[in-house]
């Protein structure tokens, strides 16, 4: 379960929480590390130091400029955020997230992506829109931003507990629940692909107007993200975005009668 996580740091401007990052994955036992559009160095004295001999990590970590880019193969993308936003998102704790990663990682597709934000600003609302679930670590309502790498630290203890457990419940009840996983599932490339697939159509059907979008497509992103489609599902939303573009294709080049 643990090698299925991946911790996601987007826009850091201090290696030295890099280093304080990898060192708190490797102390709870993962090592994916993804870095979006990192603000500086990644490998510095500070990052190093800070890293206290978990540096490996940061040697390994994939930089990209995306988070599309970083959790384009998951199928469960999580968004750690210190303050609630304007539109609510399914909000979970930090021990209430470990709890589902058992489930959530049972089938071979399955990678969950841990996103955490910008020390200075966070997580923009878009970026917030990308996640499935928001995890929000409760502390003092007055004083809520924890230091990026304590966030970390917070989350992957509570999904090393969870994980322990799991390697203490009985081998069959894992093998039975295994069974009941038959469906694929989808990730969040594909996801991304359907969400423009929906805005070109409702725009062309005149449902939608980018112009005056009324959080249109975040209340998607909502509905749909909760949903947790199945790829069998998502290839027939696919196909009914496909038919309505043509029969309103067909509807504005049929001659009037
Ligand atoms: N000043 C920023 C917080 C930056 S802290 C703001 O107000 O949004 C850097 C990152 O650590 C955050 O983006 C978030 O991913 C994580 N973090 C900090 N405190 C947190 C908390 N209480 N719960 C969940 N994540 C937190």
Request: with cysteine; glycine share 6%; proline share 5%.
């Amino acid at each position: 379960m643990l090698e299925r996580l991946r911790t996601v740091l987007i826009g850091t401007s201090h290696p030295g929480n890099i280093g304080g990052v990898a060192r708190a994955m490797h102390n709870m036992g993962l090592g994916d590390l993804a870095l979006v559009a990192p603000r500086g160095e990644v490998i510095t004295q500070d990052s190093i130091s800070r890293a206290s001999g978990a540096d490996h990590l940061l040697h390994s970590a994939h930089v990209c400029q995306t988070l599309d880019e970083a959790v384009a193969d998951c199928t469960f993308v999580v968004g750690a955020s210190a303050r609630s936003r304007t539109l609510p998102w399914p909000m979970l704790s930090p021990r209430e997230l470990a709890h589902r990663l058992p489930g959530e990682c049972r089938q071979d597709n399955a990678r969950v992506a841990l996103v955490f934000g910008r020390e200075d600003s966070g997580l923009t609302n878009d970026e917030l829109h990308r996640c499935h679930a928001h995890v929000h670590i409760p502390t003092n309502t007055d004083f809520s931003s924890l230091n990026l790498a304590a966030a970390v630290q917070v989350v992957a203890y509570e999904c090393r507990v969870a994980w322990l457990e799991q390697q203490a419940a009985t081998p069959d009840v894992a093998c039975a629940s295994d069974q009941r996983e038959e469906t694929q599932l989808v990730s969040h490339a594909d996801l991304e692909r359907y969400f423009i697939h929906l805005e070109q159509t409702l725009t062309a059907i005149g449902f939608h107007d980018p112009d005056k979008p009324r959080q249109l497509m975040a209340r998607m992103r909502r509905l749909y993200l909760r949903a947790r489609p199945q790829q069998i599902e998502l290839n027939i939303l696919r196909g009914i975005l496909t038919a309505t573009d043509k029969a309103a294709t067909d509807q504005t080049t049929q001659p009037p009668r």
